[in-house]
């Protein structure tokens, strides 16, 4: 991210006093022509970055230049600097605010806050970004986002797969989740949930909406959310294994851990000493995780599933018997 590097600058020049633009690409790891281009998006920011030429020259902040923040506190700034780790999209412009905000917050700290904001900087890092991380085309996100700004209401037309539909829509916030943007409007009488790098078209209307008083974004999308969890399939099944294949299990993603017993071991065996309640989302998702555990867990029900799992083993025997 573009604003940790900018932050980055900062504070080494606020320490180091002066530093030249090949000092600061071997630190940060990137180029000298990415370094002048992040010293012009510091000017642009409000910040007098100096270039000093010849030999013993380089990059540094004009003298005299910091004002002390009054009524923040040190905790208060690093909440902030934390905050600000967490990634935005990048196809919208509130994330290149959020760096010149933090940028101007940064330069304008007391000279004590600046060693503490360092630490937390080098130990602790947020990545908001999903392990999938596809990037959506949202050219009409800054409409639908000035949309719900005012109160406006707006008419999309929205690509649903097999057919594309329009609605006339009252915006009544966005959500990030991830890489990925959503739009939450009322249409019709109901609150509804958009894609937006779904939407082919958008403009507003003009007319205004009164927004309901009493609705709140986050605790909507968190009741949503859980819903849909919820109305996921389900499939249950009971599971003979070791502890360290519990832990690998709890790891293993979309299968939930639900109860633990302590058995008696299997003839033979001291490993196998762990029955367990586990969720999967189905039959399938079931199998393709137990097979690849090989003989390390056994299903102990339902029946179908150890059905399942011995018609998979004879079809692989067969496979590589010849």
């Known amino acids: 991210m573009r604003g940790d590097r900018l932050l980055s600058i ?19 790891e990137v180029s000298e022509r990415t370094i002048h281009r992040d010293m012009v998006a510091l000017s642009s920011a409000g910040v007098p970055v100096a270039s000093d030429r010849g030999s013993s020259g ?25 905050a600000a780790s967490v990634r935005l999209p990048s196809d919208t412009d509130l994330r290149h605010k959020l760096e010149s905000a933090l940028i101007k917050l940064v330069t304008a700290s007391p000279a004590e806050h600046l060693t503490d904001m360092k630490r937390v900087r080098e130990r602790l890092h947020i990545d908001g970004l999903s392990w999938n ?4 085309s949202t050219p009409w996100l800054p409409l639908i986002q000035e949309a719900a700004w005012n109160d406006q209401i707006i008419e999309i037309s929205y690509n649903k797969g097999d057919q594309v539909a329009k609605r006339t829509i009252e915006p009544l916030g966005i959500v990030a989740k991830g890489n990925i943007w959503y739009l939450i409007a009322n249409v019709e009488a109901d609150t509804r949930i958009y894609r937006v790098s779904r939407v082919i078209e958008a403009r507003v209307i003009g007319e205004p909406f009164n927004r309901p008083a009493d609705f709140d974004l986050a605790a909507w999308w968190q009741a949503s959310t859980r819903a849909f969890y919820e109305q996921l399939p389900r499939y249950h099944t009971r599971l003979r294994m070791g502890e360290d294949q519990l ?25 196998n000493a762990i029955e367990a309640d586990v969720v999967f989302d189905s039959l399938e998702a079931a199998c393709e995780v137990l097979f690849a555990f090989t003989l390390d867990v056994e299903a102990l029900g339902p029946p179908e599933l150890r ?9 692989l025997v067969e496979q590589y018997k010849h």
């Open 10 to 28: 900062l504070l080494m020049l606020q320490e180091s006093g002066m530093l030249t633009a090949k000092v600061l690409a071997e630190r940060l």
């Open 58 to 82: 380089g990059w540094r902040l004009m003298e005299g230049y910091r004002t002390d923040l009054t009524g923040l506190t040190r905790d208060e700034l690093q909440a902030l600097l934390l």
């Open 133 to 136: 991380n596809s990037h959506d």
């Open 247 to 271: 832990a690998k299990l709890r790891r293993t993603r979309y299968t939930h851990v639900q109860a633990v017993r302590d058995i008696e071991p299997s003839t033979g065996s001291t490993v």
């Open 307 to 315: 059905e399942a799992m011995l018609q998979r083993g004879m079809q």
